[in-house]
């Protein structure tokens, strides 16, 4: 059995689980209704039977089934790593077969626009890169930063990663780099790591720009940040400073 088998099969078998389970949870309640008219409950017994029935129903999934759940019930985002174009395209088989929310993770290995507007098309955002690494691991062989230009051509909404420790975190800045040679502007390249990030990850409207209202995480350059001689002259962290 291959992988997106094996995937498919557990949330199959955790969808399976909780449909029967709540089946035993509502002939567990409906047997309670009866038994409070018939045994006479008091409203405690009947508060302290339902509890015990709850926690039956919650007993009966594992850590991991309880994480598939929450993806399957919109509650979170599944950050899935997808470096080949095959993969990218399961993925989006896979998200609208089961209704889940994912962002792409990578897609160092897409040679083609045409995929990066398919994931526009299903409303996945990508977070690019790690880019300008050595190509150590299998997924980043065949890596090409020239990628980066079809990247920016599509519908996709993007923002941009290092894969700690891959490339450094301090480094995001300088990966800016390799969009700015294929003709991005510097203040667009500035909102792939800041705005842009905090928005895929669901924080923009804390984070990732300076406006009234928001957390402030400010960093000041002592020149414009794209000079490769700049550093930070100030470092402010949820308002307070830091540096």
């Known amino acids: 059995m291959g992988v ?32 409070k008219v018939e045994k006479k409950y008091s409203t405690e017994e009947v508060a302290f039977q339902t509890a015990i029935i709850e926690k039956e129903y919650s007993f009966t999934f594992t850590p991991m ?39 792409a993770e990578h897609t160092g290995d897409v040679f083609h626009k045409e995929i990066f507007n398919e994931l526009a098309d299903a409303e996945i955002p990508i977070v690019y890169g790690p880019l300008g690494s050595v190509g150590y ?69 804390t984070l990732g720009s300076v406006e009234k209202g928001k957390t402030a995480s400010i960093v000041v350059w002592n020149t414009n940040p794209m000079n490769l001689a700049a550093y930070p002259k100030m470092v402010m962290a949820e308002g307070k400073i830091i540096r």
């Open 4 to 35: 997106y088998a094996q995937l498919e099969k557990k949330f199959e078998t955790v969808i399976n689980k909780k449909e029967k389970a709540l089946l035993k949870k509502e002939k567990d309640l409906h047997q309670l209704s009866k038994d």
């Open 137 to 205: 691991k299998v997924e980043l062989k065949q890596a090409y930063y020239q990628n980066a230009a079809l990247l920016m051509k599509s519908k996709a909404f993007y923002g941009l990663m290092t894969d700690h420790p891959v490339i450094w975190t301090p480094f995001l800045r300088d990966s800016l780099k390799f969009f700015l040679i294929q003709g991005m502007s510097p203040e667009e390249a500035i909102s792939m790591i800041t705005w842009k990030n905090a928005k895929i990850l669901g924080l923009e409207n």
């Open 65 to 103: 089934d309880n994480a598939v759940l929450e993806l399957l019930s919109g509650k979170k985002t599944a950050k899935v790593h997808v470096h080949k174009e095959d993969d990218v395209l399961y993925l989006i088989e896979f998200s609208k077969k089961y209704n889940i929310k994912v962002t």
